[in-house]
């Protein structure tokens, strides 16, 4: 029973890839824009959801599943035309497979009547096609076998059993006098059977050895037949060639495989029988353009090396798992830093021994976090890929023509970070067509092409994933901005903001929750969540316009949300953690080099520059710190737009690795810190926010600094000195 | 089975046209014409724009062969030279289909 949980857990977990494949797919179907290849993987995908559910017996599933790929069979026989009526059926098809799969996995029914509409239009589609689909039927035989699982178990009653047999022959097979095709042929002839080639280990044109056998199968067949008789069809080969048959009846498919404990992969192939590729190689799948079978896909991300087990290359783990893993190597971390700590007390010259290794410990520490961490890795390829749904349905109901462009979908980062970019890019992406792309007419009476083009990218940058939503469309409108932000109150009447400052009050509260989303000026509809949610992951955002040319919103996260290298500081009695990607220069100013701007706040000039200097321990409160900047240190830190801070500390007390803990789950958000963390001494330290820090000490924050001044700097300059 | 010989290899049926390259498959596609039929793919490749392979006569094949073809197609997609297998004759469509190759034969074959 554990066994058949396991394989259910696999199917969901496929057919979850599956669906996004096909949704992939069914995107890009235009009715001018036919890919047999692309069509030929939706086909697939659906197939394969069908053929495990009937595996399991998810009757509801299997029938609407069949359908839906009757209904696809047809679209790439070229018997059904396509239309934006039938891609619209075909992605709500979709969709409500979505449905009808998380039905099965929680156990419960559809309710009655559920998707009749939608199977209803399925079914007109597919009747136009009849006649022609009848021929098609016989060029693929192994269909009836799945059909038969289809209408209600059939297999399970008639006693006949589906295997899977996995067969790779013997490169040199073919000089032996034998042919696989004689082995297939036999399996076909044992029952129902559906044959997948894998040509996965192809190698080029050039390299082709002709006599040998660079190809494999699996082969699903339902038959009355047992498992010795399968094995006797491969007698003359089995000796030489690999040969793999796992048995799962209709009620129990994962159960009685002859070969059951090694037999995993096998199985859970079979259940993939017809599987387009998972969504991960789906790129290299479409590029490699050959083949016809699914097998292929999988095996095409496996080298050209060729004949490499399938699905040996990697292995499903539960995220779970690789969590604990995570948390363990971070408190790795924690203790190596702590035994570090420990040994430099002890006396100069002694132990040497005991400092390399330790040293080595620091280095394989490193090497061991960073392993970990891109075994959580994710490229953000999986969200931009549900983007372009949104897209297509936001252009629909806005009448305007868009088009959405990506690239670095290749970018990895921390799959928390991935799940977590879900909900802000939608954000941005509706923002961006909503408000930021103007309607065909206008844009063409602008001199535009009437397509708007949103453009989504991803890249690394000093550490830290950058994404940018970029539109070109209108811009946005300032004068408008900053009359709502008057409206609001969020701005004095008559103030002198920059451009770049009018921009940025879209992300504040105050200001969406103001503009409904149908209000066509002024952008900012739910920025602030954005922003917010952006900021809980230890990220920024921010947005450059140009008006008339249109906006970009660029987002920068850190890679994990786990590790980061820091510069522990010290104020007064306190420690903090400033993130070393912030960090520009620490220096100890002259007098000379400090200037007092009244009631506003000190700067200070570094390298031909005027910095604005702002005080931590007024900025938190902290008693007995250094409040003179010629005295204590200005750690010199700069935000991802590029702006400078010089930060008063008392102390820096060295580089270290830090653990990141949460502060919002375990307590609750402050402004101006990102995480806390675990010093190497045990003690509690706050990871700083260096945007935060500058927000802070420009609006809400900046009162106590300003206020602080005021008190010991009642004429502003001398006393800052 | 006609065979040309050509720059020392065995070629099989042959026809060149202004970077149209037509290969007339024999009846008996067995396992040594495999590499005949190789050489003679490596060359439609190198001279030709598209490549015609003429399938209606073929009365058996073997696996290798339509191996071959496989490895021809990929190529034609990676070097985006137009490949296509034409008129299939009914046993090569058989022989794909037992080899779980429909598909394939179904995106290159050309009537």
């Known amino acids: ?721 | 089975m006609s065979k040309d010989e050509e720059n020392n290899v065995a070629l099989i049926k042959w026809s060149e046209d202004e970077g149209r390259v037509k290969l007339g498959l024999p009846s008996d596609l067995d396992l040594a014409m495999a590499q005949p039929l190789l050489d003679s793919l490596r060359h439609a490749f190198a001279i030709g724009d598209t490549i015609e392979i003429l399938a209606d006569g073929v009365e058996r094949v073997s696996t290798a062969c339509v191996q071959a073809l496989l490895v021809a197609s990929r190529t034609a997609t990676e070097s985006r030279q137009t490949f296509a297998i034409v008129g299939p004759s009914a046993p090569f469509a058989d022989a794909c289909s037992d080899l779980g190759l429909s598909d394939w034969l179904k995106q290159w074959r050309r009537s």
């Not at chain 1, 394969?48 to 009937?54: E, L």
């Not at chain 1, 679209?75 to 497979?97: H, K, P, Q």
């Not at chain 1, 520490?365 to 075994?375: A, D, F, P």
């Not at chain 1, 500390?649 to 502060?663: A, W």
């Open chain 1, 1 to 721: 029973m554990e066994d058949l949980q396991q394989f259910k857990q696999t199917y969901f977990e496929e057919s979850g890839e599956f669906l996004g494949v096909a949704e992939t797919g069914l995107l890009r179907l235009t009715p001018g824009n036919a890919d047999m290849e692309e069509i030929n993987a939706i086909f697939r995908a659906v197939h394969s959801i069908k053929g495990g559910g009937g595996a399991f017996g998810f009757s509801d599933l299997v029938a609407f599943a069949h359908e839906f790929e009757t209904v696809m069979d047809g679209v790439r026989n070229g018997t059904i035309a396509i239309t934006d009526e039938l891609v619209d059926t075909l992605i709500r098809s979709n969709d409500v497979l979505g449905q009808l799969l998380a039905h099965a996995r929680d156990g419960t029914r559809p309710p009655a009547g559920f998707a009749g509409q939608i199977v209803a239009s399925l079914k007109n589609f597919a009747a136009s096609a009849i006649q022609e689909d009848a021929d098609v039927e016989e060029l693929y035989a192994p269909s009836p076998a799945v059909t038969a699982a289809a209408t209600g178990g059939a297999t399970a009653a008639d006693g006949r059993r589906t295997y899977s047999v996995r067969f790779r022959p013997k490169a040199d097979l073919l000089l032996t006098g034998n042919d696989p095709t004689f082995m297939l042929r036999a399996l076909k002839a044992l029952g129902d059977a559906e044959i997948e080639c894998d040509i996965g280990g192809l190698p080029t044109l050039a390299h082709l050895e002709p006599e040998l056998i660079y190809l494999q199968w699996l082969v699903t067949v339902t038959t009355a037949k047992n498992t010795s008789d399968i094995q006797d069809i491969f007698e003359f080969v089995s000796d030489e060639s690999l040969v793999e048959i796992a048995e799962h009846s209709a009620e129990s498919p994962a159960s009685a495989a002859s070969k059951a404990e090694a037999k995993p992969p096998a199985a859970a192939a079979a259940s993939k029988a017809g599987a387009a590729p998972p969504a991960v190689y789906a790129t290299e799948a479409a590029a490699s353009a050959t083949a016809a079978k699914p097998t292929a896909g999988r095996s095409s991300a496996q080298s050209e090396g060729g004949h490499a087990n399938l699905g040996n290359h990697t292995i499903r783990v539960d995220l779970d798992k690789i969590d604990r893993l995570v948390n363990m190597v971070g408190e790795m971390v924690i203790t190596q830093a702590m035994v570090a700590e420990h040994v430099r007390d002890l006396p100069q010259g002694e132990f040497q021994e005991l400092l390399e290794g330790l040293e080595q410990l620091a280095q394989h520490t490193r090497e061991l976090r960073e392993s970990v961490m891109s075994i959580r890795a994710q490229p953000v390829g999986s969200v931009f890929s549900r983007m372009p749904r949104l897209v297509r349905e936001l252009a629909t109901a806005t009448g305007k023509d868009v088009s959405l462009v990506t690239s670095g979908e290749n970018t990895e980062v921390d799959k928390t970070v991935v799940e977590n970019l879900v909900d802000p890019l939608t954000h941005m992406i509706r923002n961006s067509i909503d408000h930021g792309l103007e309607s065909p007419d206008t844009r063409e009476a602008t001199g535009k092409p009437r397509t708007g083009t949103v453009h989504l990218s991803a890249a690394h940058r000093s550490g830290r994933i950058v994404i940018e939503v970029a539109d070109d469309g209108k811009g946005i409108d300032r004068p408008r901005v900053m009359q709502k932000a008057v409206e609001k109150g969020l701005v004095q009447a008559g103030a002198t903001l920059s451009d770049e400052e009018i921009d940025n009050l879209i992300f504040l509260p105050g200001f969406s929750t103001a503009d409904k989303i149908s209000n066509i000026s002024g952008r900012g509809v739910g920025m602030d969540v954005v922003r917010r949610n952006i900021t809980s992951l230890g990220g920024r955002i921010g947005v450059y316009s140009t008006p008339g040319q249109g906006s970009r919103f660029i987002l920068s996260l850190p890679l994990t949300l786990a590790v980061l290298d820091g510069m522990v500081i010290s104020v007064g009695a306190e420690r903090f953690v400033l993130p070393l990607t912030n960090i520009i220069e620490s220096l100890r100013p002259k007098i000379a080099d400090l200037h007092g701007l009244v009631n506003k706040c000190d700067v200070m000039m570094a390298r031909g520059e005027y910095i604005r200097l702002v005080y931590l321990h007024a900025l938190f409160g902290i008693p007995g710190a250094i409040t003179d900047a010629t005295k204590g240190l200005v750690v010199l830190v700069e935000t991802e737009d590029g702006g400078r801070l010089g930060l008063v500390v008392d102390e820096v007390l060295g580089q270290q690795q830090v653990v990141i803990k949460s502060l919002e789950s375990n307590y609750r958000r402050l402004d101006g810190v990102a995480a806390a963390t675990i010093l190497g001494d045990g003690r509690v330290a706050l990871i700083l926010d260096v945007a935060g820090l500058q927000e802070m000490s420009q609006h809400g924050g900046s009162a106590s600094s300003v206020a602080q001044r005021q008190v010991t700097a009642a004429s502003p300059q001398p006393h800052v000195m």
